[in-house]
């Protein structure tokens, strides 16, 4: 959403913050777009919030932003909703307990006041987007005894009520309830209010929240709906593989493994109630609650056995959820510009990238296909994919770099960027503020979690000008988006590689853990870590010019073209131009045994990275561009000859050379003309093939031996099915 007319509310807080308001001003008046800068001494009261209403009415405001703190934030987003601006028109910036409280000097507070206002007056605010879904009035309880329990507190939500069982009976612990009995029909048996199936293997689940589609497997069971307890299966199975469990809470009889499926039981019961073959079956489903272990996604309940707590609230989840369903879209998808393209146009049953998936925390990410419904918004599988697929809508890479690059703007000596994720971080720098506790002036990055945070922005950081880089945000075990943590410690191990290559020195990039009940302990590492920035190698991009990688607006801003400017960058300036960068990086260095390569085309075809090329004279002429190589390992798999190895490696010059490598593969000709006929190991194995039936190969090309000849030098039927033909000059793309 794009605001013309932006007006700039100062607060002093009665005077009281020791900030130079009048270069504040003084900057922002500067801003496109900014219509009025106002500086009042208490914006909230009612005097202050006149200044917000008259300056709404005079000047036709369609966005303002509040510099003040953050406790009075209902107040200026009310005024906001009656003047009929949408959430994303009003924008509150805490220079107190950020900025004014935490600071000794006045100057680096200024600037970082400066820096926040600034890009709180840039930031291309989005409204949230809403999916609504209409959830199907049916539950599943995956689970024993435990299931039977949470089905009583279920059964008023005028629901269809499911129970699978992975046991072949309902085990008793403890005294049977009256509502537990076995009804006279139905099988699956039912008791008074669900429908229950024992003995159940899940088998798949698919779809999301309000549609789900569950596949199940059945065993040997006994139908007890049709079962009539004359117990003569019992007397006649050979095995003894057939009895009634004490324990049970529903009359029932189960079938051992003992069993050799001989059928004498299924011959002399009565009432067909006997099945010994596997069946399997499907539910449609609208949401699930489960005492397994499953990947847990928006519709599906993962509760502990015996937490009555947890139960309860996944009932009153699913409750609320047949009312109707409401939730912020956070993820955008392409799946043109996805690894798994080719694969998943072709149906090939093998499995391709997986960088997304492996860092989704939520229902799996794959292929670039999304399901929105369980995506909370962490952006973990954004940074993973090194291709431009994924994206999230409020905090998009683009938006994360121009607020990176804004930072030049704050004049701070040894300049700390923050990157801070929305809970842990945040609540820890407010802690900070509100405790007035010293730290130095970082700039603050705010991101929905450290996971959003890739090795492209930190990689920016520098180059824009920081001394020193810190990822600030939930630890390992208190993450709420699980891997975001893991996530931004991968990146900042890849970022410490690259930074230590240049020389820009890898001590100047640091992971903490955020704790907003201990403020102390983050003010502590904050300031030490301040101190050995002092003391390091001064950063030796300082005085150079940033790469330009274009604006968020230039369709040529790809994930992979940043990250290639930002190494070629640093080659350029720090003069370090050959070597390589060993590490966990998404580029890979690709060598091919070309001995054994038949140029078949498979790995060119299925790449859909641009890390192929195909061009030249031959046969089939193939070079590999190792700056545009993700390290997806496609073309390793799909390889018929399995002569593809790869390497995760930067090899800086041909890297930022964007060197295209050809496969030196040997090219066998027609011995008449010389035209490219296959390759020598594709010529091997058709010799090979030919031997074992008797016969020669004609190294010619067609326009040197026509169909017929060839059928009457092999002494074979030109239309049978041991007819071969050398097709030269087209590539299999051209067939």
């Given at each position: 959403m794009e605001f013309g007319n932006i007006g700039v509310f100062l607060c002093s807080c009665g005077k009281t913050l020791n900030l130079d308001f009048k270069k504040i001003a003084k900057d922002l008046e500067k801003l496109e777009g900014v219509n009025v800068v106002e500086r009042v001494e208490r914006l909230c009261t009612e005097e202050g919030v006149a200044y917000i209403v008259d300056d709404l009415r005079r000047k036709d405001l369609d966005k303002f932003v509040v510099a003040a703190c953050t406790n009075k934030n209902p107040l200026f987003i009310d005024i906001g909703e009656e003047w009929g601006l949408e959430h994303a028109g009003v924008e509150i910036v805490n220079i107190r307990e950020e900025c004014a409280w935490v600071h000794e000097g006045k100057s680096a507070a200024t600037e970082k006041a400066k820096y926040l206002v600034r890009a709180a007056v840039l930031r291309d605010a989005k409204l949230p987007e809403l999916l609504d879904v209409q959830v199907a009035p049916s539950i599943l309880i995956l689970g024993g005894q435990d299931a039977l329990e949470l089905a009583q507190d279920v059964a008023d939500f005028e629901a269809d009520i499911h129970i699978l069982n992975s046991d072949p009976y309902f085990k008793r612990s403890s005294p049977v309830q009256p509502s537990f009995s076995p009804a006279s029909r139905g099988s699956p048996f039912q008791f008074e209010d669900a429908s229950v199936t024992s003995g159940a293997k899940i088998m798949g689940i698919s779809g999301d929240l309000g549609d789900f589609t569950v596949e199940f497997e059945t065993g040997r069971r006994i139908d007890i709906s049709k079962c009539v307890d004359c117990e003569k299966c019992i007397e006649v199975c050979p095995e003894k593989a057939i009895s009634r469990p004490d324990d049970s809470i529903f009359p029932s009889y189960i079938i051992s493994d003992k069993c050799t499926d001989c059928g004498e039981c299924q011959t002399v019961c009565p009432t067909g109630a006997i099945q010994l073959e596997s069946e399997t079956d499907t539910l449609k489903i609208g949401q699930i609650i489960t005492f397994y272990d499953t990947t847990p996604r928006e519709g599906v309940y993962k509760i502990k056995s015996k937490d009555r707590l947890q139960s309860q609230a996944a009932a009153l989840k699913a409750a609320l959820n047949l009312q109707g369903y409401?939730?912020?879209?956070?993820?955008?998808?392409?799946?043109?510009?996805?690894?798994?393209?080719?694969?998943?146009?072709?149906?090939?049953?093998?499995?391709?990238?997986?960088?997304?998936?492996?860092?989704?925390?939520?229902?799996?990410?794959?292929?670039?296909?999304?399901?929105?419904?369980?995506?909370?918004?962490?952006?973990?599988?954004?940074?993973?994919?090194?291709?431009?697929?994924?994206?999230?809508?409020?905090?998009?890479?683009?938006?994360?770099?121009?607020?990176?690059?804004?930072?030049?703007?704050?004049?701070?000596?040894?300049?700390?960027?923050?990157?801070?994720?929305?809970?842990?971080?945040?609540?820890?720098?407010?802690?900070?503020?509100?405790?007035?506790?010293?730290?130095?002036?970082?700039?603050?990055?705010?991101?929905?979690?450290?996971?959003?945070?890739?090795?492209?922005?930190?990689?920016?950081?520098?180059?824009?000008?920081?001394?020193?880089?810190?990822?600030?945000?939930?630890?390992?075990?208190?993450?709420?988006?699980?891997?975001?943590?893991?996530?931004?410690?991968?990146?900042?191990?890849?970022?410490?590689?690259?930074?230590?290559?240049?020389?820009?020195?890898?001590?100047?990039?640091?992971?903490?853990?955020?704790?907003?009940?201990?403020?102390?302990?983050?003010?502590?590492?904050?300031?030490?870590?301040?101190?050995?920035?002092?003391?390091?190698?001064?950063?030796?991009?300082?005085?150079?010019?940033?790469?330009?990688?274009?604006?968020?607006?230039?369709?040529?801003?790809?994930?992979?073209?940043?990250?290639?400017?930002?190494?070629?960058?640093?080659?350029?300036?720090?003069?370090?131009?050959?070597?390589?960068?060993?590490?966990?990086?998404?580029?890979?260095?690709?060598?091919?045994?070309?001995?054994?390569?038949?140029?078949?085309?498979?790995?060119?075809?299925?790449?859909?990275?641009?890390?192929?090329?195909?061009?030249?004279?031959?046969?089939?002429?193939?070079?590999?561009?190792?700056?545009?190589?993700?390290?997806?390992?496609?073309?390793?798999?799909?390889?018929?000859?399995?002569?593809?190895?790869?390497?995760?490696?930067?090899?800086?010059?041909?890297?930022?050379?964007?060197?295209?490598?050809?496969?030196?593969?040997?090219?066998?000709?027609?011995?008449?003309?010389?035209?490219?006929?296959?390759?020598?190991?594709?010529?091997?194995?058709?010799?090979?093939?030919?031997?074992?039936?008797?016969?020669?190969?004609?190294?010619?090309?067609q326009s040197c031996i026509d169909r017929g000849t060839v059928a009457n030098i092999l002494n074979i039927d030109k239309d049978g099915d041991d007819f071969v033909v050398i097709q030269q000059g087209k590539t299999p793309w051209d067939s």
């Open positions: 409401k939730k912020e879209r956070y993820i955008t998808s392409n799946v043109e510009s996805c690894a798994n393209k080719y694969l998943s146009e072709k149906n090939l049953n093998m499995q391709g990238c997986t960088y997304c998936e492996d860092r989704c925390a939520y229902y799996p990410v794959s292929s670039g296909v999304v399901s929105e419904l369980s995506c909370q918004g962490c952006g973990s599988c954004v940074t993973a994919c090194p291709q431009e697929v994924l994206n999230l809508k409020l905090h998009p890479t683009d938006a994360i770099l121009d607020e990176i690059d804004s930072t030049i703007e704050a004049k701070i000596k040894d300049k700390i960027i923050v990157f801070t994720c929305s809970e842990g971080g945040y609540s820890t720098l407010k802690a900070a503020g509100l405790n007035k506790l010293k730290y130095p002036a970082a700039l603050p990055v705010f991101v929905p979690c450290l996971g959003s945070v890739s090795p492209s922005h930190i990689l920016r950081a520098f180059d824009v000008g920081a001394e020193g880089v810190l990822l600030l945000g939930c630890g390992a075990d208190s993450c709420m988006h699980e891997s975001g943590f893991a996530q931004g410690s991968d990146s900042v191990s890849q970022s410490k590689k690259i930074l230590e290559f240049f020389g820009v020195g890898k001590e100047c990039v640091r992971l903490l853990k955020a704790d907003g009940s201990d403020p102390e302990k983050f003010i502590s590492q904050i300031n030490e870590f301040s101190e050995k920035i002092k003391k390091a190698s001064k950063n030796p991009l300082l005085k150079k010019t940033p790469a330009d990688i274009g604006s968020a607006e230039d369709v040529a801003r790809h994930k992979r073209a940043v990250f290639h400017t930002l190494i070629s960058g640093f080659s350029e300036k720090t003069g370090v131009i050959e070597g390589r960068i060993e590490g966990d990086f998404k580029v890979a260095l690709l060598t091919v045994n070309e001995s054994e390569c038949t140029l078949c085309g498979a790995c060119a075809f299925h790449c859909n990275t641009g890390a192929f090329k195909f061009e030249g004279e031959e046969l089939l002429d193939i070079s590999h561009i190792h700056a545009n190589c993700i390290g997806c390992g496609i073309c390793q798999k799909i390889c018929p000859e399995n002569v593809i190895s790869l390497e995760s490696v930067i090899d800086v010059a041909p890297f930022i050379g964007m060197v295209a490598k050809k496969f030196d593969v040997k090219i066998i000709r027609c011995e008449v003309c010389g035209k490219p006929l296959m390759a020598e190991a594709a010529m091997r194995k058709i010799n090979s093939r030919l031997k074992e039936k008797g016969m020669d190969m004609v190294q010619k090309c």
